[in-house]
């Protein structure tokens, strides 16, 4: 009995362990994008207590309504904060008051949340071409893979050996045990043995809060709506969705729209919050890389849990990766991507469409900027425009193959 127990046990343990393996890398990513919203807060000259309170915001938040959509849906709805937007956020500095940025995030999260009352994302989603999505999600990640090779150079040690971890473990231990697992441990044993750690900082603590009261300014609202409204609910949203749907999942759009303009209108009373879809880690928590179709969603719970203790202890957040080699870092977080860049590159090459995905994948590599807006959104556009008007009879052959039974 005590044998079929463990073996029971074990086999559970075999099957839950590549959704769990998933927030490893998302937490990496995580910690190093707290040097974002730092050097911003700096640039909008916040006190330190305010800083805590966005940061609060920033992980807490999304946090919460991971889980919650996550739990309710049993699907993988990894919701987080958009990066572009921050730092767009940080480019007003000198022109928009803190408070009038506040009002504004508060205004355009309402916007966001009026266009799913009336379904436009998932209108929108059903225009965009899922091969298209995927030219974007190649782009995505391919930085992050070939940062493994760059940090190679750097540590050829520590991030040798660990790129060999990930091979012999991909070789070695089969589907079922991620090989990103072996790769992190071999990489913290041989950061330890070359250069040992850092310890932590005295005198970590959760961050200190100070709410700011928001004001509203109609050259605010006016400035931050249109970039906030098209880079989180047209570019995130829609992004996640549309790979939602490619794996099987029938994600609730409207809601997703929904709850994120919410989550951003109450998160404004801390910080200036753009909560959205996790587009770049989606096909890390929802792809085949997350194991077992229907125990994907568990990704989520580890993620979520990980960043609601980094919004608890966000001053120890920041600190973290000057622990760690920063080589190290980087090549966990690019092999935990291959996988990703893989099934990408697949679908982009597969067919029946090919130039509009290509014209996305290019698009989203440039450092394209159009209107305020980036390469992620112009090239789900273009990529869009060039399958609809140079592939129209691949697009119908593609709708068909997706409609039909599996």
């Known amino acids: 009995m005590a044998v079929s127990a463990a073996s ?14 998933a927030a490893i890398p998302i937490t990496i990513f995580s910690v190093a994008a707290v040097a974002l919203p730092l050097a911003a807060a700096q640039d909008l000259q916040l006190s330190a207590r305010q800083t805590g309170a966005w940061l609060l915001a920033l992980y807490g938040i999304p946090a919460l309504l991971s889980l919650a959509l996550t739990v309710a849906f049993r699907q ?52 965009v071409p899922a091969p298209v999505v995927f030219g974007v999600v190649a782009a995505n990640v391919l930085p992050f893979v070939v940062g493994v090779f760059d940090a190679l150079g750097d540590e050829r040690l520590v991030v040798g050996g660990t790129f060999l971890a990930y091979v012999l473990g991909r070789w070695l231990l089969g589907p079922q045990v991620p090989p990103i697992l072996p790769a992190l441990l071999v990489g913290l044993v ?25 004001s509203f300014s109609l050259a605010a609202i006016l400035t931050v709506t249109p970039v906030f409204v098209a880079l989180t609910s047209l570019q995130a949203n829609l992004t996640a969705v549309v790979y939602l749907r490619s794996q099987g999942y029938r994600p609730p759009a409207r809601l997703i729209d929904a709850a994120t303009g919410i989550g951003s209108m109450v998160a404004a009373f801390l910080g200036p919050v753009p909560v959205c879809m996790a587009a770049l880690v989606t096909p890390l928590t929802a792809g085949p890389e997350a194991g077992e179709h229907r ?35 980087l090549a966990v977080a690019g092999l935990a991507l291959v996988g990703v860049l893989a099934e990408a590159m697949g ?32 090239a789900l556009v273009l990529g869009t425009g060039v399958s609809l008007l140079l592939e129209a009879q691949a697009l119908r052959e593609l709708r068909v193959r997706r409609a039909a039974p599996a």
């Open 190 to 214: 041989l950061a330890w043995l070359s250069a040992g750690f850092d310890s932590l900082p005295a005198g970590l603590s959760a961050p200190d809060l100070e709410a700011t009261r928001p």
């Open 295 to 329: 125990l994907r969603h568990w990704s989520v719970y580890a993620a979520g849990g990980a960043w609601i203790l980094l919004a608890l202890g966000a001053g120890i957040a920041a600190d973290l990766p000057s622990l760690l080699p920063l080589p190290l870092l």
């Open 76 to 127: 993988p709805l990894f919701v987080a904060w958009h990066t572009a937007v921050v730092s767009f956020f940080a480019s007003l500095a000198g022109e928009v008051r803190y408070a009038d940025l506040l009002g504004a995030t508060m205004v355009a999260g309402s916007v966001v949340a009026i266009l799913a009352a009336l379904g436009l994302t998932g209108r929108v989603a059903d225009l």
């Open 347 to 378: 679908e982009l090459t597969r067919g029946p469409l090919r130039l509009g995905p290509l014209f996305a994948f290019v698009i989203a590599s440039s450092e394209l900027s159009l209107l305020g807006l980036g390469p992620l959104f112009w």
């Open 8 to 21: 029971s046990l074990l086999g559970q343990l075999r099957r839950v362990a590549p959704p769990l393996s």
